[in-house]
């Protein structure tokens, strides 16, 4: 198992994908071993981890946030938002955040919505007076909300992981995101109040009505999701094809922005962003049969046990853990390589399982943010067009409210359990 | 050599081809099948399972993609610190892994969909004989191979694609069209 | 592993898909203790439950490749690529558990887990759950009538699908984790399940009212590695045979105990049970679905001869 896991850790440093990491680590053991017949069941191991119904959810809730960008949604969230909150202290700050609050119950990943917040929101803050790098920090920070409000790609991961229901974990986001928000919100007036930050016009009236209504379509799509869900109309996955049909439809038809000639490219897209995502889970399954062959989580569980019998000293060590994990490792590798090993030890601990998913995903989000390796970073800084450093010293505020939002809901889970319990 | 590259840009336009019908296949069978069990009340069982092997397929077809495009994730901050030779050196090791690893799997899929014993096997919904699905295994590793050869003769001629995952994001962040699509989501 | 430094030491894996709580679990330790007692400690097992390997297709093909030795393995999964195994799951075969038992040592059931040796792993033995009866949100089923219209959450199995059908419920698969939330939210009308399944997953705080029909019987196959067994000594088959039949004898009881255990937790957690004893209508309705099944292999057709000469 050493020979296993230094190889590991040596090819991740020479850059060799963390997928194929995850194969060659697995061969590694099998050539350690000597016992060949365990490669001939890889093939089969590799397939089978992607041949699961809940990992559905992915490509269509990929496909739908696809047609909607395309279909003009986007532009009319911020419209939106900057007709509610355009004229306070810090105006565009607070439309940034809650354009993406707002973003974030259409979209399930946090970077193609850094990204695409990143284009519109940067510039338009910076004209208003903000530095760019504030602005590419606000919109990163506000971007982490995609994977924690419903829908989430990290959510589906997990559940597929653990084991949990998909839709419980849906409803278990709704709070902490909404917690996340409030938090932004109260250090962009803390901030705005420091830094004198600028306000846009009041809208007139006529420009309110005409926002909110466009937006109405808009927002169907996530009230669908959420409707159907907790009424027990539709399953995730369902609701899931439900929204990309709608959200094609709204695009097509209403909006007129989505073109027929565009649906090839928005299927490629989907494509190859779901492919990524799957085809590292199928290479984690393989790892995670070496791991399990070796007693690895059990073995880890009851070292676990023996360190500590309290489930609240527990959280605190998983939640250091997950963040120095998330310094260095991508989100969606560590929850499909994590979970398998931390469910069985949150089971010795009787913690509930979709608190403890909402917890690995939060770390997992704020990880992306956190130097060295944090894509979210690297996203805002290259789309924004700021250096590393300086996007990196205006993140930390942001970054310690989320890590204060993080233990709060650790260490209280009835703000994580409540609106699911509503249904229970 | 040039014609290993005409080679995997080719396989690269049919895997394209191939995704696209298969996001199709998954958006449209999922779809009918909702709207026949809600709205006709006539459950539809094949469309899950279809659906499901729709994402098989898309998974090995569309991995070979990314790491034709630089696409998949990798940790690459080690590797940037390194300038030079070692650099060329550590590369060209990783990139031939990646081959091998490969060209590894894909000899133990053959073997495996070559067991006598698959015949046995039958999809539990359809009823369909399991060689399909299994299929997008081997033809996905195929290509895969083809995509990382190729990447092993350019990365050892000096030709550096496989710079890892952050220029390709910014890459996929269309200029003129600030709001549109996004290839690489990842969270 | 079946190997080790002294010659004759073996360290198997057996793999199942159930929680560690279960009486297949259990029934893998007992195994694991027979194995040893008999073998002077020479032998044991390492249990892997929780699917902690894989699917059912995965825990075959480690079986074929010798790389697991046991596995228990749902009949439904069995009936995928042995097809005569649905023989177990035809629809009102049985009126109770027990009566499903007494099949175990039947010459067809054997016939079925010798025909295995075709798929290159080795059948040993049955073992069992509590029959599956319909829990529904509300309302007794006593007729199929009283499945129209009704939308049923089912394994997938074709031959439970078309049962359902069959009395115009709209038979529809959701994955277990988002079971309870489908009844609990009415995306389904109900499900069929045994009462351990019902109490594991705490399904009665989301139904009110549970048909006692023996619907569907809910078989585990006890399979081996054919490479493994070839492997051992003589001597050592026997001890491995005569363990896990020792196991197995343990086990069947051991379900009976806990169905009858686990229903009278769900009556006094406020599940109402109905007792249903006249299911001809149910069995009329159903024999075209005998008849197709029986066509498609002559052992279904001994299978359900064999049942009802008990
Ligand atoms: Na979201
Ligand atoms: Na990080």
Redo the contacts with the bound molecule.
Sequence with gaps: MAITMSSFALLLMIGVPISIVLGLASVVYVAVSGDLALLETMPQRLYSGIETHGLLAIPLFMLAGELMNLGGITSRLIQFSQTLFGHFKGGLAYVNIIANMFL?????SSLAQTAMMSRVMVPAMQKEGYTKEFSAATTAAAAM????????MLFILYSVGAGTSVSKMFLAGILPGIILTIGFSLLIAYLGYKNNFPKSEKRPVKEMWSATIQVIPALLVPAIIILGITLGIFTATESAAIACALAFVVGILLYRELKWADIPTVFLNTARSTATVTLLLAMANLFGLVLTFERVPQVLAAWMGSITENPLIFLLILNIFLLLVGMIMDGIASIVILVPILVPIAKLFEIDLVHLGVIICINTVIGSLTPPVGAGLFVASSVGEVKLEPLIRQIWPFLGVSVVVLFILTYLPTLVLWIPSLFS | MKLLNTLSDGVFKVEKAIVIVLVGVMFISLTIGVVFRYFLKMPLHWADETAIFSLVWLTFVGGSMSLKQGQIAAVTMFIDLLKGRLRHILLCFSTILVFGFGLLLLFASIHWITQPTIVFQRSSIMQIPMLYPYLSVPVGLFFFCIHSLNLCVQTIRGVENSAGHLETIVDTVPDNKPLKSLKNEVI | QTSGQEPDTHTFKLTTIVQPTHVWAKTAEKFNEELQARSDGRMKVDIYPSSQLGQEKDMIQQMESGVVDFGFITNAYMSTRAPYFDAWFLPFLFDSTEEVIQMRDSKTAQKMLDRLREQRIIGMDYLFTGNHHFLMTEGKIDSPEDLQGVKMRTTGAAIINETLEQFGATATSIPINEIYTSLQTGVVGGIHASVDGIVTQRFQEVAADYSMLSAFAFPAVVVASEETMNNLSPEDQKIVYEAMKAAVDWGVKEAITVDNRDLAILKKEGLTVHNIENKKEFRSAVQNIYEKYAEKDPLVEHFINEVQEQ
Excluded: E, H, K, Y
Aim: net charge neutral.
């Design positions: 974030s119950s259409i979209l399930g909300l995609g994977p924690i409000i419903p829908p989430s």
